[in-house]
């Protein structure tokens, strides 16, 4: 293969998980970038103008159903390793449009992985033994948890309650079956909810911080006592890198902190925090703001986290506590307003054109 220095193509890297792996490994790393992303409404390159010049980094608009494509950017730039974040993610509209999630995360995922496997066979041997595909996934392909089970580990039986997690069930599925049929070389990567910079303002988090932003109320599901083990995007993106450059082949790895968290103890010390970094004008808390809603159909109760085996066999430990990783990510969005407000008008305009549920 030859490439000075090595190339890894990565799937969705203009969405929320992408954009900050990306940079990361620009930072971190000597890897040869290639980002291939459909840039649907969650997926945009505001403040990207950095990347564009980048003497490491190549942006190609597509999609992962573009089978042509894929087989294109695999023979042009002969990566050695493959990144596959693309994916829709968002429950939500999983209930309201399931189809759209089965075309993306389940036949796009079949269709980079039959173009990958390809590319895979014709490669020399010592090319095969280097190269790797890292698919990531999420804890929520386990199901709901009751308050006395045991967090989910590598081992926990699959049992996925929404129509988003049951495709990215399936996906990972497909990307185990690659390598039990035909030695394909994957890993997989389940992580907990993730949080930070550049998350498209649907998410619980980014959703509370636009809201008080815009002072209008903020939404809680049924009683808020949801539980959920957050994980800040850059301690995930230290994560996917040990996995790619150390991970074993055929292994499955968990990622989260551990630490469990209701969704309204998030939403009540985001609230203090803006309280405090972005105070309403008539002085009163933004904790008077949160508005409970009817609950999400089939809302999973807990989601909780045993990432002991990432941090025994390659070294990973998350490095933000959640305190301090919501006051930096709320100082994002406050050091950003035109991105956000972009993003929102970007979204609004295709709902208007009927390309949204």
Known sequence: MNSHPPTVLITGGAGFIGSNLVMHLLAHSDWRIVTLDALTYAGNLEAWDELFTHPRHHFVHGNITDAALLKHLLQEHRPQAVM??????????????????????????????????????????????????????????????SPDDPPFT???????????????????????AWYHTYGFPSIVANASNNYGPRQFPEKLIPLAIVKMLQDEPIPLYG?????????????????????????????????????????????????????????RSDGRSHTETITPVSDRPGHDQRYAVDASYLRCSLGWQPQFDLTQGLRETIAWYLDHPEWWQNILAHRYAMERLGQLP
């Open 223 to 279: 009683d808020g006592s949801q539980i959920r083990d957050w994980l800040h995007v850059h301690d995930h993106c230290r994560a996917l890198q040990q996995i790619l450059e150390h991970g074993k082949i055929g292994e499955s790895y968990v990622i989260g902190t551990g630490i469990e968290t209701t969704n309204s103890t998030v939403l009540h010390t985001l609230c203090e925090l803006m309280d405090e970094m972005h105070p």
């Open 154 to 176: 590598e081992s926990t039986r699959y049992a996925p309650r929404s129509p988003y997690s049951a495709t990215k069930a399936a996906a990972d599925h497909l990307v185990r």
């Open 84 to 145: 596959h974040l693309a994916a829709e993610s968002h429950v939500d509209r999983s209930i309201d449009g399931p189809s759209v999630f089965v075309q993306t995360n389940v036949c796009g995922t079949a269709i980079l992985l039959e173009q990958c496997l390809h590319y895979w066979q014709q490669l020399a041997l010592p090319d095969q033994k280097c190269f790797r595909l890292l698919h990531l996934s999420t804890d929520e392909v386990h199901g709901s948890l």
